[in-house]
């Protein structure tokens, strides 16, 4: 959603313009990568969290413009709904300690920002989907007061032309239909992002697609949705369904949705942004008054502004992005699979995980994508959303025989990935101490089938079993939630329940 936007509409020669516009910036893409004149990357990572507001019922509180006034910090802006947050940290060059720092500068942010919000009788949490969120919280009412927010909306509500379908299957079935992608709002992320070289950007990018699936299966935080219980991990269906700008027709065409995970491997950074003006038409269609190719042959350097705004509109879990610093253009690998929390530690470990991951694999000599079907990819990635730790997968076997076979996520984890993480991590030169703290959080998640999702299933149901209502004890998980994160100790070490005597409900 990142670009500054100011609300208006859009006639026919508008889209006309930036249809045009759109094909000149990817030409100018085309001929920048053709160059050497990209940024080196600098071992640089960024991380971007996005967050809820809560009261001390457990309840989402509809006020994130005071609580950023009191704030006061650039590190944290508002997101679409009015009880989302957004916190940015600088970049951190990988290697050292970097993990430890990070944990450290994550931790005093985010006290800082619950004790302001403390002021005004709120908390901040980070979790996937906030529990206690209802249908009558997620309405058009309740979008940030941001242009950008309102033309979005607008814009997507217009291309689909009816209201949107909410259905997801799980442990329990959601079916009921919004006016708005205020729905959207209840999912909150992760983002990791990764500066590579045009040359290796492919290979990072099919890293971080093939190994999603892994990310999720530790990583779920999102079981519940409107008092329901659904995948373990239920952004990706509603992020899908709250956005899909396609009727059901368009839908049994085959057409893509704007979320979406992709359907190929890829051989270039330019295969996405051309898959992105391709498929998905422009929603927000405002030009610059920039020429791309006439700065180009000027010796310059394009913002490219057009084409980062629409791919700002294609919500890939592995979002390509251009953009420039200094002067010189660069690219990134977005990395948005991720749920918020619970804890900064497991934010950290997470993050972690990744990193090396992909660091591994993007410099194996026979690529995990040259061996694993994308369709088996997508596949994963679908079953670590619905079954989270307690998925199975397709994954290339191992040996001179090679072909696929079924494995579950925990042995997969624990006897191939992490190992490539660890490995992947010496090559960034992190330091062994903070290798081995941070990745043994993922490994102890597996040795006890322990995530995020799995802590607010049990204890939810436990709470039921002592008597409280549905309403009751998603309010009082929540509340044990908060309660914690904030203590700070891993999501793995909680014990599962509610403190005695039982919370009032």
């Known amino acids: 959603m990142g670009e500054k936007v100011v609300a208006g509409s859009f006639d026919l020669s508008d889209r006309r313009r930036y249809r045009d516009k759109l094909g000149r910036c990817l030409a100018g893409l085309e001929r920048l990568l053709a160059t050497e004149r990209f940024d080196r990357p600098k071992n640089l990572m960024g991380l971007e969290i996005e967050l809820n507001l809560v009261g001390a019922d457990g309840m989402p509180k509809m006020m994130n413009a005071q609580v950023l006034e009191r704030i006061a910090s650039r590190d944290f802006q508002t997101e679409l709904a009015m009880f989302n947050l957004e916190v940015n940290i600088a970049p951190h060059r990988l290697g050292g300690r970097v993990f430890d720092r990070l944990t450290e500068e994550l931790r005093t942010s985010l006290a800082y920002a619950d004790r302001k919000a403390g002021e005004l009788d709120a908390g901040i949490v980070m979790i996937g989907i906030l529990p206690t969120l209802d249908r009558d919280d997620l309405v058009s009412s309740n979008l940030s007061d941001v242009d950008r927010y309102a033309l979005l909306n607008d814009q997507i509500v217009a291309a689909r032309g009816e209201d949107f379908r909410l259905d997801i299957d799980g442990v329990e079935r959601l079916s009921c239909t919004s006016k708005s992608i205020a729905p959207e709002a209840a999912c909150t992320s992760v983002q990791l992002h990764l500066q590579v070289t045009p040359a290796r950007f492919a290979d990072v990018w099919n890293a971080a697609?093939?190994?999603?699936?892994?990310?999720?299966?530790?990583?779920?935080?999102?079981?519940?949705l409107f008092g329901r219980e659904l995948w373990r991990e239920s952004r990706p269906p509603l992020f899908q369904q709250s956005?899909?700008?396609?009727?059901?027709?368009?839908?049994?065409?085959?057409?893509?949705?704007?979320?979406?995970?992709?359907?190929?491997?890829?051989?270039?950074?330019?295969?996405?942004?051309?898959?992105?003006?391709?498929?998905?038409?422009?929603?927000?269609?405002?030009?610059?008054?920039?020429?791309?190719?006439?700065?180009?042959?000027?010796?310059?350097?394009?913002?490219?502004?057009?084409?980062?705004?629409?791919n700002g509109t294609v919500y890939r879990w592995n979002r390509p992005v251009y953009g420039l610093a200094d002067g010189a253009p660069h690219l990134r690998v977005e990395n948005?699979?991720?749920?918020?929390?619970?804890?900064?530690?497991?934010?950290?470990?997470?993050?972690?995980?990744?990193?090396?991951?992909?660091?591994?694999?993007?410099?194996?000599?026979?690529?995990?994508?040259?061996?694993?079907?994308?369709?088996?990819?997508?596949?994963?990635?679908?079953?670590?959303?619905?079954?989270?730790?307690?998925?199975?997968?397709e994954w290339p076997r191992r040996g001179r025989?090679?072909?696929?076979?079924?494995?579950?996520?925990?042995?997969?984890?624990?006897?191939?990935?992490?190992?490539l993480a660890e490995a992947g991590l010496d090559a960034w030169g992190v330091e062994p101490a903070d290798r081995d703290l941070y990745l043994g959080v993922i490994d102890e998640r597996c040795r006890r089938r322990v995530n995020g999702a799995s802590w607010q299933a049990a204890t939810f149901h436990q709470a039921l079993e002592m008597g409280l209502p549905r309403e009751a004890a998603l309010a009082a998980t929540t509340r044990r939630y908060c309660e914690l994160m904030h203590k700070g100790d891993p999501v793995h070490t909680w014990p599962v329940g509610l403190p005695e005597p039982l919370p009032l409900s």
């Open 209 to 224: 697609q093939a190994v999603a699936a892994a990310q999720i299966a530790v990583g779920a935080n999102a079981p519940f």
């Open 243 to 310: 956005t899909d700008t396609r009727p059901p027709e368009l839908q049994a065409q085959g057409v893509r949705p704007r979320t979406w995970f992709g359907e190929r491997w890829i051989s270039s950074a330019y295969d996405l942004f051309e898959e992105n003006l391709r498929f998905f038409p422009a929603l927000l269609p405002i030009c610059d008054d920039e020429d791309p190719l006439e700065v180009l042959d000027k010796g310059g350097v394009p913002t490219l502004a057009e084409l980062v705004l629409h």
């Open 336 to 393: 948005r699979v991720l749920p918020a929390g619970p804890t900064v530690i497991d934010v950290v470990a997470n993050a972690a995980f990744y990193y090396g991951l992909v660091r591994a694999l993007a410099e194996e000599s026979r690529p995990v994508w040259t061996r694993l079907p994308f369709e088996a990819a997508a596949a994963n990635f679908e079953a670590a959303c619905r079954h989270g730790i307690e998925a199975r997968f």
């Open 401 to 419: 025989y090679g072909g696929t076979a079924q494995i579950d996520a925990v042995s997969l984890v624990r006897d191939e990935l992490l190992p």
